[in-house]
């Protein structure tokens, strides 16, 4: 049983969706640029942009997947998979 006095549903719910993140995985900017170009399509198809990109490299990563819109999702990508 969860004890919410200690923490909120939300910060749970948090923690919860960073530990679904299984995967370790970066590629380069130069790599990232290449996909946002195909992405345009997808987007097209009604993929969203976390989708598109956890597909694309096969990593599971539900915090983008599913719960950032794109402007957060693109400086979340930048901040986590993006190495120099």
């Not at 996909?35 to 539900?62: A, H, R």
Request: proline content about 4%; charged content about 15%; some cysteine.
């Amino acid at each position: 049983m969860i004890n919410f006095s200690t923490t909120s549903p939300m910060d749970y719910t948090v923690d919860m969706l960073n530990k679904k993140r299984t995967t370790h995985f970066s590629l380069t900017s130069t790599q990232y640029a290449q996909w946002k170009k195909l992405y345009t399509f997808e987007g097209l198809q009604g993929i969203t942009y976390g989708q598109s990109f956890c597909q694309q490299f096969d990593i599971v990563d539900n915090i983008l997947q599913y719960c950032l819109p794109p402007l957060a999702a693109d400086s979340y990508i930048q901040e986590h998979y993006i190495v120099e």
